[in-house]
């Protein structure tokens, strides 16, 4: 059997965006997630947080508050009867206040170096795998790393620059369409 993965951008996909938050109260589903993410664990695909966290590196919260940020999406999933299969973020920025944060790194979306680590321990092939993400570098990251990629229009986008590899597979603003596309029941873009 062939593993299959989906990897989700955090802020602004899979939960509400709020900008810089690590307030594990306020870290919710966006709507239809918590279906979905229950509808694809079912069906055996994988699952992993893929994330920038640029708030390390302007000093807005400690890295170590990511550690918090990770059981609460843990404990989500398993309030849907799903599992978590890795949470992998880039604390860095090449314009970081903090020091040690500043670079211009390879795991940085649009740079794959995060989607490739993350399919690295699922142990999940890139044409076995999507990325679910709510702006283009997002689809860019997954195109480099050699996934497809679904554009969860949540009005996070705002700059629109445009490339072949900034081009999404799907473009969708429900997640019950993104359960769809990744258990290859639909081909439309909704």
Not at 4 to 15: C, F, I, P, Q, Y
Not at 103 to 106: D, H, I, S, Y
């Given at each position: 059997m062939i593993s299959?993965?989906?990897?989700?951008?955090?802020?602004?996909?899979?939960?509400e965006n709020l900008p810089f938050n690590v307030d594990l109260e306020r870290i919710r589903f966006m709507p239809g997630a918590g279906r979905a993410v229950a509808r694809l664990a079912r069906a055996g695909v994988r699952m992993a947080v893929v994330s920038n966290q640029p708030g390390v590196a302007f000093?807005?919260?400690p890295e170590s508050a990511l550690v918090g940020v990770e059981r609460r999406l843990h404990g989500l999933f398993a309030d849907c009867g799903a599992q978590l299969d890795g949470f992998h973020y880039c604390p860095h920025h090449p314009n970081a206040s903090v020091v040690r944060y500043r670079?211009?790194?390879?795991c940085r979306k649009p740079n794959a170096g995060?989607?490739?680590r993350a399919l690295a321990a699922l142990h999940v092939d890139p044409g076995e795998a999507w990325m679910v993400g709510d702006i283009l570098d997002d689809v860019e990251a997954a195109h480099a790393a050699g996934c497809?990629?679904?554009l969860f229009d949540s009005g996070g986008e705002t700059e629109w620059r445009t490339s072949p590899l900034r081009k999404p597979d799907h473009v969708t603003r429900r997640f019950a369409t993104?359960?769809?596309i990744v258990l290859g029941?639909?081909?439309a873009i909704a």
């Open positions: 299959r993965a989906l990897l989700l951008d955090k802020d602004g996909t899979l939960v000093g807005y919260f670079c211009a790194c390879r995060l989607i490739q497809r990629a679904i993104v359960a769809d029941t639909t081909r």
